[in-house]
């Protein structure tokens, strides 16, 4: 995703895409990768987190580089890939902020970090107008609009790790 703000491949496609957001949605992609560095994935979803701890998250939310290659192969376009991204790690930053008490240390980051994601889905919905049937499939099990999806015991810093190393 963050590619997209620097003059690589993609930028091109992007950027008609979302033409009046971009330079917002670039912002958002960079506080989001600040706030996403090892130290902090560590500090608020391992130190603060007990031990071992993990929680249950639909098999949809668990997105890695070997899912997007996976999925390139299966012809997912970019822009398939990407709104995945979005959409599944919204998803993914509510269930972890599901399981967080009142008043958990870990809470505030969290939020911020899915307060950009709700922009970011905001700053890609024109992407979503004409979506492969199997990107909607994808993002409805995400959302739990499936009641056949199967659910993965995982740890929420994984979690975030797929987000950021998917993102970079
Ligand atoms: C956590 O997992 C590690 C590696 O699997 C294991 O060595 C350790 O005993 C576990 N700790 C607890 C508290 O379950
Ligand atoms: C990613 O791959 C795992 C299996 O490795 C699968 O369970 C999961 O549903 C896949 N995620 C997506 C979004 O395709």
């Not at 995945?84 to 967080?100: A, E, H, M, P």
Request: with cysteine; net charge positive.
């Amino acid at each position: 995703m963050l590619r997209n703000c620097t003059k690589t491949l993609g930028l091109a496609l992007l950027l008609v895409l979302v033409a009046a957001d971009s330079d917002q949605m670039c912002r958002h992609l960079q506080e989001l990768h600040n706030k996403l560095q090892f130290k902090q994935r560590v500090r608020y979803m391992k130190y603060y987190i007990p031990l071992n701890y993990t929680f249950k998250v639909h098999y949809e939310e668990i997105y890695r580089i070997k899912n997007t290659t996976r999925l390139q192969k299966q012809s997912f376009t970019e822009v398939d890939l990407k709104i995945l991204w979005v959409y599944i790690n919204s998803q993914v930053f509510k269930s972890i902020l599901q399981i967080l008490p009142r008043k958990h240390p870990s809470r505030r980051y969290v939020r911020s970090i899915s307060k950009l994601f709700d922009y970011l889905r905001m700053e890609v919905r024109f992407m979503v107008m004409d979506l492969d049937e199997r990107v909607e499939d994808i993002i409805d099990a995400v959302q739990g609009k499936d009641p056949e999806s199967r659910r993965k015991d995982i740890k929420p810093k994984a979690l975030l790790d797929n987000c950021y190393q998917v993102m970079i």
